[in-house]
């Protein structure tokens, strides 16, 4: 009994060594972007995450989630709505080159 405890805390050990040790590959792999953009005339901030969505290459992500992340990151869009000349911070995930 004592040798099948110890076999499988091995087991267990070697794989959750294997699971960090991935994790943080794919940290490596992937950075986040921050961006200011100015607001030009006739933007919306759907437009304007459709646009920055598309440079977003870390995975799937949906359009909804994604304004209300530009929406969260510009308090001031809760407010009132983003006119010409407004500054944006926008920020995304870009795979990395190796």
């Keep these: 009994m004592r040798k099948v405890v110890i076999a499988l805390m091995a087991a267990l050990f070697v794989c ?31 437009s304007v995450a459709e646009t920055y969505l598309q440079k ?13 992340g530009i929406r969260e990151l510009n308090d001031w869009l809760l407010t009132r709505d983003m006119k010409k000349g407004d500054v944006l911070r926008i920020n995304y995930w870009e795979k990395v080159s190796k």
């Design 56 to 68: 977003n290459t870390y995975g799937k992500r949906d359009i909804n989630e994604f304004r209300e």
């Design 16 to 46: 959750v060594g294997s699971v960090s040790e991935a994790a943080e590959v794919d940290h490596r792999s992937w950075t986040v972007v921050h961006v200011s953009y100015e607001v030009q005339e006739g933007d919306t901030l759907q």
